[in-house]
């Protein structure tokens, strides 16, 4: 079994789950729960279409299986927005404010590594979303080494460290789960493993605004106390507090969703760790058949499975 495939779909399933009522507020979610894949609505694209956070993932993973380059990362991020490549129907859409202006730099030639957003008001979710990848690279490099890259691989759009903290706690959590620990295990040492690197400067400076995963106390929060706009802060805890709070992929992505507002997002991030965990035959396979250009991402997950495995 393809444990790259299960991330990968885990993602893009969250994502298609979460666009059609993307903006939608959690009391509009909680009169009409979102129970299965729609399409149309807010975006008004058939079921089963994902959306940035698919297609930026997709050009990452395409990217790595050829080692890793952030110049050339960041040329495949400029193709899929003016060229639409890796989007579901050739069409770019629902773009994040940060990402559009990285994007709008690297196309006047600013280098990847200058390019992204480093301001307290550039911590949307947008490098968040797309970070899965790397996480499948932690057989071929140090955990030091990898933890870099996630960062300039983040910074690409999102350089403040606000959004490379999470990304890296993310990545921590996930190559835990790729080693098989369970999702408890996984949160608390995902986060002990990360702990030494982000309590230096300029990261410790930002650690109070983790407070509430780094206590360890995530999963016992009340619904009303997890936000789920597109604030880095509210995805990644929102992420957390959906998979320590389910039991199946499918609960714990339709939890995401139906928390309302930044949608898509909360349930890719959520699904891509979810995928992981419980695995590809653990997705329902009604949602899987219906993903657009479902053939396409299975032949790059296969392609990213033999560069992480060789």
Known sequence: MSSCLSGFMGLCVGDALGVPVEFTSRAQRTIAPVAGMQGYGTWNQPPGTWSDDSSLTFCLAESLCSGYSPKDIAEKFCCWYSETYWTAHGETFDVGNTTQVAIAKLQR??????????????????????????????????????????????????????????????????????????????????????????QKSPYSLELPHFERITNGAIASLPVDAIQSSGYVIHTLEAALWCLLNTHSYAEAVLKAVNLGDDTDTTAAVTGGLAGIYYGLDNIPVEWINQIARKAAIEDLATRFEQVTNA
């Open 109 to 198: 030639g600013i280098s990847p590594l200058e390019s992204g957003e480093s301001s307290d008001r550039s911590n949307g979710n947008g490098s968040l979303m797309r970070i899965l990848p790397m996480a499948y690279w932690h057989k071929r490099l140090d955990f030091p080494e990898l933890i870099d890259r996630v960062h300039q691989v983040a910074s690409i759009t999102h350089a403040h460290p606000r959004s490379q903290i999470a990304c890296g706690i993310y990545i921590s959590v996930a190559i835990d789960l790729l080693q098989g620990s369970d999702l408890e295990t996984s949160y608390r040492q995902g986060w002990e493993r990360v702990q030494q690197i982000y």
